[in-house]
């Protein structure tokens, strides 16, 4: 994964000066020894100041910690802390931030020994309010430094995809297609999170295209192409000019990243992709994808984004889908009742045309648009990667700005099912518990898209924490609730 950074995270500690700071630099060494045992050092930096008492120490450990190119940080208080320094260097910083602190060590070193950072955490967080500054707090964020530890590594994701965003540029060709209001993107939101966004038309693509006629790297992509495949190389006639297109985005994207350093696409695949191209474009979405540069289908910025985070947090290939269609109930007491634990309400189909990456399909090969190939001729739909998705674990989910330009986000883990999908496109059997409601109180009353980012494994926690960060309000951030826990819009007596 090229298009994505790696975390490196500065640990700086702080200490109250009317505390000894022997208790914050002794504790803060006790990390990291403790981080390096379980983890090793490549994810941390330990800031060589001893502590941050002062405003000017603040300034001295932020220039230090970008100077050895840390893009997230740590503030440790190994004592109670000092409020206003602390979240001055939060503010200076300027980049994702946790707070953990000690836990005291033992009843027999309570008199000079306790550093009461318990109670330094609730002055951090109030200091940082009034300066309108953020920072991430794990759930329950005082430990002892192996604890410490494990709280700074599970940041990592979280520190790897807020930084990343602060330099992503999102590039979009087209409007989206008639009759997609779903994908409606008011773009204010992406500004707000330090996303730039480039808006072209397809006509730009399109003159692109054409100049890289004749390209000489192409045969050399065709034979990326054709291994990739396999005997899955079922449409090789439209191979180069697939490879044709694969590099005239990856070159645009060089062309055009100006200032930031990642990139993401929300691309235009019908209704003239297909006449004017002479192919459908799933194929090489699927491939950038799995380079780690998501694209997204009929112009989906906001999931572009979605999947641009989820291939941060994962450091692998993700998918866009549609929440498109239900298990028929023969195929549900055929294959799944019984044998799963899930009702037929929990289950359903996730589909796209074919821009699922090959490493997360069970099987795949090169097919025409089915869709698409009934009102045009069939030569023309060609490019789609097809077969059922593999089974494992998965987490749906989903980063939205609604019509007025508020943040919402949902996020529900589940799995694809070992069910055999029958049908056609990138598609699974996917089943989240309690999917019924979830599909009611939360997709339809919420008003989100019928698209939805896959990651494959379970993310739910880190999603959470990066969506909270970002700013989505609580009551905004939804999930698949328990039975035990009604929705507000749930009928008590239905």
């Known amino acids: 994964m090229n298009n994505i950074p790696k975390a490196k995270i ?36 330990e800031c060589p100041i001893c502590i941050v008492e002062s405003e000017v120490q603040a300034v001295q450990a932020a220039k230090d910690l970008k100077e050895q190119g840390c893009n997230a940080m740590c ?10 320094s602390e979240t001055l260097l939060v503010q200076i910083f300027d980049g994702p931030a946790m707070i953990c602190a000690a836990a005291e060590e033992s009843q027999g ?47 990592v994701p979280m520190a790897r995809a807020l930084a990343a965003l602060k330099s992503l540029k999102i590039i979009s060709f087209g409007p989206r297609p008639s009759n997609f209001l779903a994908c409606n993107a008011p773009i204010k939101q992406l500004y707000n999170l330090g996303v730039e966004i480039e808006e072209n038309s397809e006509l730009d693509l399109f003159e692109a295209f054409k100049n890289h006629a004749g390209d000489e790297r192409i045969p050399a992509k065709v034979k990326e192409m054709e291994a990739e495949l396999g005997a899955g190389n079922k449409k090789p006639e439209v191979l180069e000019r697939l490879a044709q297109y694969e590099l005239t985005l990856l070159d645009w994207v060089e062309a055009h990243k100006g200032c ?43 999931g572009a984004l979605s999947e641009f985070i989820g291939t941060c947090v994962t450091q692998d290939a993700v998918t866009l889908l549609d929440i498109n269609n239900s298990v028929p109930a023969d195929m549900y007491k055929e294959a799944i009742e019984g044998k799963y634990n899930y009702t037929h309400k929990d289950t359903f189909m996730g589909f796209h045309c074919g821009n699922t990456c090959s490493s997360k399909l069970a099987f795949c090969e090169m097919r025409y648009q089915k869709i698409m190939a009934r009102n045009l001729p069939e030569e023309v739909t060609q490019g789609t990667l097809e077969g059922d998705i593999a089974p494992g674990d998965i987490t749906f989910y989903r980063l939205q700005s609604t019509a007025d330009c508020k ?39 919420k008003n989100y898209p019928h698209h939805g980012a896959v990651a494959f494994g379970h993310y739910g926690k880190t999603l959470f924490e990066i969506f909270k960060f970002l700013g989505v309000p609580v009551e905004d ?14 009928n008590p007596w239905a």
């Open 109 to 155: 070193d309570l008199m000079d020994g306790r550093g009461d950072a318990y109670c330094g955490v609730l002055n951090a967080s109030y200091a940082m309010k009034l300066r309108n500054v953020k920072a991430y707090i794990p759930e329950y964020p005082v430990g002892t430094a192996e604890e410490c530890a494990d709280m700074i590594h599970e940041f």
């Open 260 to 302: 930031k350093e990642y990139v993401a696409i929300a691309g235009k695949c019908w209704p003239a992709f297909q006449t004017q191209f002479g192919f459908v474009p799933c194929y090489v979405n699927s491939r950038l994808t799995g380079m780690g540069i998501p694209v997204s289908c009929e112009v989906d910025i906001y």
């Open 10 to 45: 500065g640990i700086v500690a702080v200490s109250r000066d009317c505390f000894p700071e022997s208790l914050s630099v002794n504790r803060r060494k006790a990390l990291v020894k403790a981080y390096a045992d379980k983890y090793g050092m490549d994810d941390i930096y």
């Open 477 to 490: 951030l939804n999930y698949n609730q328990p039975k035990s826990l009604p929705y507000p819009t749930e």
């Open 75 to 84: 503030v440790y208080l190994g004592n109670f802390g000092p409020e206003i």
């Open 407 to 445: 943040l919402r986000a949902y996020i529900a883990e589940g799995e694809v099912l070992n069910v055999a999908t029958k049908s056609f496109g990138a598609i699974g059997v996917f089943a989240i518990p309690e999917m019924g409601r979830f599909y009611r109180h939360v997709l339809i009353e």
